[in-house]
């Protein structure tokens, strides 16, 4: 899913929010490289190289803004980063929450999407009458590579 820089522009105008180059910028890093899984500083990395002038902590901020509008999650990979992607504001309507598939060798982070969390989550609601506002699946294995590697069986 590439960037739809028309679609943030809209989004930032009706959250009442100036349409700024770093605010630009940082959805077009988190864009082109989408399986990543960005630190703040792998952002201001590739940021840096458009925008020379830009400053870590402006980047942190623009993170912290977009986090609170909800145009980017942050996630927990275990590995000791805090990571961000593109948020759920982005995703087609048609399309389902991602979640991620983690390789416990070599730790490569994949993104699958699937909607069997959702018939979950209708059903605890209807049982617990908890109400669930979000859900975040990391499922643990070996990829194609690793299972060469070890007995997956």
Avoid: N, W
Wanted: net charge negative.
């Amino acid at each position: 899913m590439q960037l739809d820089r028309e679609k943030f522009i809209r989004l930032l105008r009706e959250k009442g929010l100036k349409v700024t180059t770093q605010r630009l910028a940082v959805l077009t890093a988190l864009s082109k490289k989408q399986d990543s899984h960005l630190t703040a500083e792998e952002i201001y990395e590739l940021v840096k190289v458009e925008s020379p002038d830009i400053g870590l902590a402006t980047v942190y901020r623009t993170i912290q803004m977009l986090l609170e509008l909800k145009i980017v999650d942050r996630i927990y990979l275990d590995d000791g980063y805090v990571r961000y992607e593109l948020g759920h504001v982005y995703e087609d309507e048609d399309s389902h929450h991602h979640h991620h598939l983690i390789c416990v060798k070599c730790g490569r982070v994949m993104s699958f999407q699937g909607d069997l969390m959702e018939e979950f989550e209708k059903r605890m609601e209807e049982k617990t009458g908890f109400f669930i506002q979000d859900h975040d699946v990391k499922l643990y294995g070996y990829c194609v590579d690793c299972q060469k590697d070890v007995d997956v069986k």
